[in-house]
């Protein structure tokens, strides 16, 4: 075994893992400002997902010893149903969805998918089953076929297509000068942020996970843009546990369970008309927040619509 050639396996295998991971997470995660931190167990199985069921079970972790992120935290989400995630910044939501991709082990608790301890099985087996769109999608400088297709590369090319059609984008790209064939990406044809995510929703649907990672975006996107990834999500989280970082009202208002994270605790709980009829409930002060931030309230009731 030549030293050469344990070089090139190695940096194949670095390359082809960070590759992955980057997709996987992309900058939601910061993956290259933070070390990789879990392991696997000798001998883990591989997890197996009958229905896609989530339990945080009093769940407890710190980036710092000093400064726990989340404290006792537990819910369940049964199989198919979505839970927008709303909360002041810094509240613990994206440690929430970092620590159901096994990004980092809990400190305490467990965190369950159809009763197996994510802690116990194969990561890959785990990652191969959750599938993340971030607030901002790294596109390789390739085709944009090559940058939906990633999702699952063994698929056939007809469902490339399925899935971009899908995900809203199939009609945006036939007006791309070479269509599916256009290069995208810093070295290519640049896409706009609502452009981006769509991308990361058709890769998505390729993969076809059975829970799905949401980071939804905070920037302000034009009604027709808005329209087109509300449909879009729509078709990524029918039928898939979905958790979702939610800034859109119509997102909340969909939901089958809100979660309002503070200071690393689940504050609240409950349906948006719950959560409305709860004056006491008052703790997060979220939805007065969405309203602040939306000025234009007739694009509220539009939302709502959706
Ligand atoms: P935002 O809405 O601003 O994204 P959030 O609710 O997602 O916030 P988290 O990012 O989960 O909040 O952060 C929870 C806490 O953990 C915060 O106090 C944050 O400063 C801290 N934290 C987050 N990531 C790290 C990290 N990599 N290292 C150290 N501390 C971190």
Not at 60 to 73: C, M, Q, T, W
Request: glycine share 6%; charged share 25%.
């Amino acid at each position: 075994y030549s030293p050469v050639n344990f070089y090139l396996n190695f940096f194949g295998t670095y390359y082809r893992m960070i590759q992955q991971n980057f997709v996987d997470m992309e900058k939601m995660l910061d993956l290259f400002k933070e070390q990789q931190s879990v392991q696997d167990v000798p001998g883990a199985p591989d997890l197996k997902v009958t229905e896609g069921a989530v339990v945080f079970d009093n769940v407890s972790f710190s980036y710092d010893p000093r400064h726990p992120a989340l404290k006792n935290i537990s819910f369940a989400i049964p199989k198919g149903k979505t839970v927008a995630l709303v909360g002041p910044s810094g509240g613990g939501k994206s440690t929430i969805l970092r620590l159901l991709f096994r990004f980092y082990d809990v400190g305490s608790g467990r965190v369950l998918i159809d009763g197996q301890d994510i802690k116990l099985v194969k990561q890959e087996s785990l990652r191969r089953n959750v599938g993340v769109v971030p607030q901002d999608t790294v596109l390789f400088n390739d085709t944009i076929l090559y940058n939906i297709h990633y999702g699952n590369i063994n698929a056939p090319e007809d469902d490339v297509y399925k899935a971009a059609k899908a995900a809203q984008i199939h009609d945006r790209i036939l007006t791309f000068p070479d269509g599916y064939k256009t290069r995208v990406g810093e070295r290519g044809l640049r896409l706009s942020g609502g452009e981006k995510q769509r991308v990361a929703i058709a890769r998505t649907i390729l993969k076809d996970p059975a829970i799905i990672l949401l980071d939804e975006a905070t920037s302000a996107l034009d009604t027709t843009t808005e329209r087109q990834i509300q449909h879009a999500l729509a078709s990524v989280t029918k039928d898939r546990t979905t958790l979702v970082i939610a800034h859109r009202l119509s997102t909340i208002v969909n939901a089958d369970m809100i979660l309002c994270i503070k200071d690393g605790e689940v504050a609240e709980q409950g349906t948006h008309d719950e959560l409305l009829k709860n004056t006491e409930g008052n703790k997060c002060m979220w939805h007065k927040q969405l309203r602040d931030e939306t000025e234009n309230k007739d694009k509220i009731a539009e939302e709502i619509e959706v």
